[in-house]
């Protein structure tokens, strides 16, 4: 945001526009309401008392995102189909009670490190590290309270330019994990913020420190539908990857880096994702669909934490028209095509979420790196700066 001419910062405790209180559907109430950038209201109570809000950022064409500062968690993403009707493209729950009761990643921040590390070891400078083994032998996504069961600190701030040009809303929010947290050494200042701007793009940023070597790898887990219901296997999928890394049967990368040309993980030319999904392939029967790491084609140096965005993937939902793209700083993008979703988790509405119902585009460093020497490095130190960005772009055609 360094071009922003204003940016007026609230403190939760004071004076902060309550649009709407004690509305059970955020998203919804927010498109009947006068253009305000930034609302807030009451999302519930956690078990040990702790009240937790919920943020509405709305942009000037009617777009909404709602996020609450439990996880860091997107909650709702309202954006226009083809004919102008606004829908909730994001997988979720109507309360807090949802997300408490650990359900996959929906809309969280995770972290410290994204994705899989193996057999929850690394070694760091001559010292090994055991961290919480939460997904069969591994460690996944941060372990058992990571990033996305915490209460993050929020400013909410209204922007009258921004980089992009025009005015947004943002939302910046910040978590301090201490040292030794879920095992990982250092105590780590963590700050993802959220810009709603008014070209129906949602900017994701994140800047994190630490006083000592620690893995970090952030992301943020969406689970997407761009026709809001049903399976997602008829959206058609770009992937800017001629390269990805396969697993072994824990779904750990082997380390190689092999051309996706000629296999069912050749999305450079957009294809449904529903194609070729139960190919015979033991990478597929490994993580049964999609669940892999792809490597994005950039000019740039990986480890360099370059600030150049590429086009990661872009999406079209052919019966709404929606268009999600999404760009990124980060080397990799892990696409899950909803494989362990089971019709047992009742989500929006009263409704179950099926067998792929979903799917996510995490961008992010790739899994096991510190096991991984030949992957990009994903060790910050102190006097760095973990400094990368997301952006989730919507359209129609």
């Known amino acids: 945001m360094k071009n922003a001419a204003r940016a007026t910062s609230f403190a939760l405790a004071g004076g902060l526009v309550v649009l709407l209180a004690a509305c059970a559907d955020p998203a919804q109430e927010a498109t009947n309401v006068a253009v305000e950038r930034v609302a807030s209201a009451p999302f519930g109570v956690l078990p040990d008392g702790r009240a937790v809000t919920a943020y509405t950022l709305r942009n000037a064409g009617g777009m909404v995102v709602v996020a609450i500062d439990y996880g860091a968690i997107i909650t709702h993403l309202r954006v226009p189909d083809a004919a102008g009707e606004f829908g909730d ?14 359900p996959p990643y929906f809309g969280a921040v995770v972290g410290r490190y994204g994705n899989r590390i193996a057999a929850g070891r690394f070694t760091l400078d001559g010292t090994e590290y055991e961290l919480a083994t939460n997904n069969g032998p591994n460690h996944l996504h941060g372990g058992v309270v990571g990033f996305d069961k915490v209460l993050w600190a929020v400013e909410v701030i209204e922007l009258d330019d921004n980089d992009e040009g025009g005015p947004a809303g943002a939302l910046r929010m910040t978590y301090v994990s201490p040292d030794g947290d879920e095992g990982y050494p250092g105590t780590v200042t963590a700050q993802v913020t959220y810009t709603l701007r008014d070209d129906n793009a949602l900017a994701i940023d994140y800047a994190i420190t630490t006083d000592a070597p620690t893995p970090v790898n952030v992301t943020q887990h969406t689970y997407f539908n761009l026709a ?17 890394t396969p697993v072994d049967s824990t779904l750990i990368p082997t380390g190689e880096i092999v051309p996706v040309a000629d296999t069912p993980f050749d999305f450079t030319i957009a294809k449904p994702i529903g194609r070729e999904i139960s190919a015979d392939n033991e990478q597929l029967a490994f993580g049964g669909g999609y669940d892999h790491n792809f490597v994005l084609n950039r000019d740039v140096d990986a480890d360099a934490m370059d600030r150049a965005l590429v086009l990661a993937a872009k999406v079209f939902d052919p019966g709404s028209g929606r268009v999600l793209e999404v760009l990124t700083t980060e080397p990799g993008v892990q696409f899950y095509s909803g494989n362990f979703l089971d019709g047992t988790i009742t989500g929006k509405n009263g409704g179950p979420y099926e067998h792929r119902s979903g799917f996510c585009l995490e961008t992010q460093h790739y899994p096991d790196s510190p096991n991984q020497p030949s992957f990009p490095s994903t060790i910050l130190r102190p006097g760095e700066v973990y400094d990368s960005r997301t952006v989730f772009r919507f359209s129609v055609r």
């Open 89 to 102: 493209v994001a997988l979720g729950f109507d309360s807090l009670d949802g997300y408490v009761a650990d």
């Open 228 to 244: 809001t219901s049903g399976d997602v296997l008829a959206h058609e999928l770009t992937l800017n990857a001629d390269h990805y």
